[in-house]
């Protein structure tokens, strides 16, 4: 499917409603266990219904679902991916579901920007420690590992990928526009942020149908999460849940940054996540585009076969940041946990997390995933063979979590639009920052 991590939409929007109607006469939640013994013949097998969000290769769960159906005829695994936008729909519809009792799968992604408020909230979860899975915690790093555990001390989640960051970037595009292509050549070329906005400025120059970058909330957010790291690992709240837009200088500087791209006529005034910006991507509309290691299979997801080769990845601009990553956890409405929790236990451990990560590019949070000779060896095809094990691996072991707070998705949602309002016109260059700022109390309520 043409479409990204996250999407905004009306017709988005009915859609997910459309999908959630279709499910619910399915639904863990109405479906009472079968009385016939475990042993009968006639018993039929446990569904489990995993439910994630995202676009391209989303999670990269299709062959990991496909072998543990293969492999296990007592339980199977019906994998929904309900939508290719966390904030705006996957995230609003999961919390209903999970406050009204009904609706939610057996086993749930759940993005970073949605762990605060899912912390908060013990009540909507399983308890994966009654399944044992407590032993699992030398499986991942501790920040990684305590973002999964509730206040009350309930084991909730456990981690799927983590992000790393790189720049994706069109070969082709590159070598038209007479620039080094060459990945190592390219990385060299943007030590910094301003450097990579005078290649923008070259590029441009030469090369007038098509632009240097695909929008604004893509450099706005690859930008905040380094400077982040710069300010005592915060964005929008500091760690006891305060807002602080306005006083923590990394959203300003990531601001500064994407203001002066949209200004320049830099960017392609795409918003990540959107049909769009699915579509510029397989045409060629855009060269760059900031790439957490789940954002390969974004972009190749989107650019389809066509793009097979043009594309590359490449070091980004000020040496590193982490954009990302994920969490599976059990709703505590599952008529199955106890098999809801096997499949989330299988689906984060380091042979499934390693195979994901071959397979389509999401890093795992598992470490020893990350040790996997096969994960630190890898090459991504469709990106030019890119070395994605060397560029991603070596960074994993070091990634700062930046803590996000209980309303961090609405917050970053109400942000992104005045970002991207910024480039498209809809928000006048010298009333953004204000707009931004007073948008993100509004939504902070």
Known sequence: MLISKRRGGLAAASALAAAALAVSSCSSGSTPESSAPASSAAAEPVTIRVQTFGGG?????????D??????????????????????????????????????????GIDEGGMGLAKARTEWWADLKEYGLESRKADFPAWKWENGVAGDGKLFALGTDIGGMSICYRKDLFEKAGLPADREAVGALWPTWDEYMNVAKKFQDKVKDTKFADGTNTLYQVVLYQEAAKNGNISYFDTTNNLVVDKNPAVKTAFDFAQKMSQQGLTAKLRNFTDEW???????????????????????????????GKWDVASVPGGGGNWGGSWLAVPKQSKHPKEAAQVA???????????????????????????????????????????????????????????????????????????????????????AWQQLVDDAVKAAG
């Open 345 to 431: 236990d299988y689906l984060t451990q380091a042979q499934t997390e390693a195979s994901v990560f071959t397979d389509f590019g999401n890093m795992p949070s598992n470490t020893k995933a990350q040790q996997d000779p096969a994960v630190q060896g890898a090459k991504n095809e469709f990106f030019n063979d890119a070395p994605i094990g060397e560029i991603f691996a070596k960074s994993a072991a070091s990634l700062q979590p930046v803590f996000l707070g209980v309303k961090h998705a609405q917050v970053k949602n109400a942000i992104e639009s005045v970002v991207q309002g910024m480039d498209d016109g809809s928000v006048p260059y010298d009333k």
């Open 67 to 108: 072998k543990w159906n293969a492999e296990h005829k007592d339980i199977q695994i019906k994998y929904e991916n309900l939508t290719d936008q966390f904030e705006q729909q996957y995230w609003p519809q999961m919390i209903q579901w999970l406050t009204s009792g009904t609706g939610a799968g057996d086993v749930v």
């Open 278 to 308: 699915a579509t510029g991507t397989q045409k060629g509309s855009f060269a760059t585009v900031g790439c957490p290691s789940w954002m390969l299979g974004v972009v190749s997801g989107n650019a389809g076969d066509d793009g097979k």
């Open 57 to 65: 290769s989303n999670f990269g769960y299709k062959n990991a679902v």
